[in-house]
């Protein structure tokens, strides 16, 4: 059973800037962040493979940058320019080669942290 535990959320207002983390107690093939405002869907965030491939949501792209160190076992999420739009709970969430890295399908079988809020206020 691999453990994720995310840290780095917080408050801050429209315009701000913070930096998600996420240790797991092992390596896992692909990992990703994915979000979820009260009264919304999860939403996939962005994704990563082993080569540092990502993917990012339409919804992100240009102003969040996930990343990965494999010898830590640690996930990254810099969020720039946020918006009150951007509230919500953020997970880790990590998934096993079988399940592939192009998409977000393989986060049904993964593996997934407690969440981090983050909060934005205009």
């Known amino acids: 059973q691999v453990q994720l535990v995310e840290s780095g959320g917080g408050s801050v207002q429209a315009g701000g800037s913070l930096r998600l983390s996420c240790v797991a107690s092992e390596y896992v093939y692909c990992m990703a962040w994915f979000r979820q405002a009260p009264g919304k869907e999860r939403e996939g965030v962005a994704l990563?493979?082993?080569?540092?491939?990502?993917t990012v949501a339409d919804s992100v792209k240009g102003r969040f940058t996930i990343s990965r160190d494999n010898t830590k076992n640690t996930l990254y999420l810099q969020m720039n320019s946020l918006g009150p739009d951007d509230t919500a709970t953020y997970y880790c969430?990590?998934?096993?080669?079988?399940?592939?890295?192009?998409?977000?399908?393989?986060?049904?079988?993964?593996?997934w942290g407690q969440g981090t809020q983050v909060t934005v206020s205009s």
């Open positions: 969430v990590a998934w096993l080669s079988r399940y592939g890295c192009d998409s977000y399908r393989g986060a049904d079988f993964g593996y």
């Open positions: 990563i493979n082993p080569y540092s491939t990502t």
